[in-house]
């Protein structure tokens, strides 16, 4: 950013261990202010969670943020992980694995995925409000989305 000569300075940055840390505990220790509208952006994170991770930590975004506040993410499909629809993607996922970042959490979209996805934030206590899948122009089975969601 720096080089780019975009201003960096009011950033601040709060590493974190979804699976064994505190990360509100670090947000509020840090100065966020839980009286704004926030944007939380998580986006391709999920996927290298435990799903039981991944539910308490969209559940506390939702406890966190006021009216107003938007929660962005992306979910992959169970097929994609599992190789049935890119194996050029399998190949990566390995590489990845090795690497100390194996794939675990995805969300089964075989049948009806906007439902599948919108069932999932609602057991997170979140209302899906923008919803955009890829893989449907390219006859393929549906195995991404973007998604925007408040909590209800
Ligand atoms: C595909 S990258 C996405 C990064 C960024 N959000 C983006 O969209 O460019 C996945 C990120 O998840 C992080 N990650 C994986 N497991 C994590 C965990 N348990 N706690 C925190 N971050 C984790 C990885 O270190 C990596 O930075």
């Known amino acids: 950013m720096k080089k780019a000569g975009i201003k960096h300075d009011w950033i601040t940055y709060i590493p974190v261990d979804y699976s064994n840390e505190s990360w509100v505990d670090k947000l509020l220790g840090a100065g966020f202010d839980k009286t704004k509208k926030t944007l939380f952006l998580w986006q391709s994170v ?8 991944v539910k308490e930590t969209l559940r506390k975004m939702a406890d966190l943020c006021v009216d107003g506040s938007i929660i962005a993410q992306d979910f992959y499909s169970k097929a994609f992980m599992l190789g049935e629809i890119s194996k050029i993607a399998k190949k990566n996922m390995s590489i990845i694995e090795k690497m100390g970042e194996p794939w675990k959490f995805t969300i089964n ?27 449907e122009k390219l006859d393929i089975e549906p195995f991404y989305c973007i998604v925007e969601a408040e909590k209800l």
């Not at 049948?111 to 209302?127: R, T, Y």
């Open 109 to 135: 979209m075989s049948n009806d995925p906007k439902a599948a996805v919108e069932s999932f934030l609602k057991e997170c206590g979140l209302k899906m409000t923008e919803y955009i899948q890829f893989g």
């Open 46 to 53: 999920s996927l290298y969670l435990e799903a039981d991770i």
